[in-house]
């Protein structure tokens, strides 16, 4: 049972109905983590916003994707870590990818991910050594962060209200 009840549109207020109804319409349907945020309205604007600004990065969309998977294992969100395999499948990644993301191998920008999740952004001088010996430049680094930073958002909150899981089932 969830801890925060998602709020549906009927139950919308004018303020979180026309960003709930976008939402559905970019996604094809109205995730419960989006209806959840619905609670409080300025964090699901803020979010929405961040989400927004975020998606201009230099990141590719797989890459993004091997993040939000990295950054979801680590912080055990099952809502994101399922989330992010349906949406990883749907810009290419295979199972073995989505596998490989989740643990911080799939490539440079997985593996920093999950070791700025794992330290709380303490990088070590030789785990900046390596993120940058394997071409990522500071900005990178920089919105790898930023993106660590949004999913982790996204992953308390699934993780506190104990969100209802509304995408295909994973493996565990």
Request: glycine share 4%; charged share 15%; hydrophobic share 45%.
């Amino acid at each position: 049972m969830t801890h925060i009840a998602p709020i549906s549109l009927e139950h919308a207020t004018d303020t979180t109905r026309p960003l709930l109804e976008a939402v559905q319409k970019k996604i094809g349907f109205l995730p419960n983590l989006f209806r959840v945020l619905a609670n409080a309205p300025v964090a699901l604007t803020s979010y929405l916003q961040i989400s927004a600004t975020l998606a201009k990065t230099s990141l590719s969309a797989t890459e993004k994707e091997a993040v939000f998977l990295a950054t979801s294992q680590v912080n055990g969100c099952d809502y994101c870590v399922a989330a992010h395999t349906f949406f990883a499948g749907k810009v290419g990644l295979s199972q073995q990818d989505i596998l490989s993301a989740r643990h911080g191998e799939l490539n440079a920008i997985a593996a920093l991910a999950r070791q700025i999740t794992e330290s709380r952004g303490h990088l070590s001088a030789e785990q900046l050594a390596a993120a940058r010996a394997a071409g990522i430049d500071d900005a990178k680094i920089i919105e790898v962060i930023a993106h660590v930073a949004a999913q982790t958002l996204t992953n308390y909150l699934n993780n506190t209200a104990l969100t209802d899981i509304d995408f295909p089932a994973i493996d565990a």
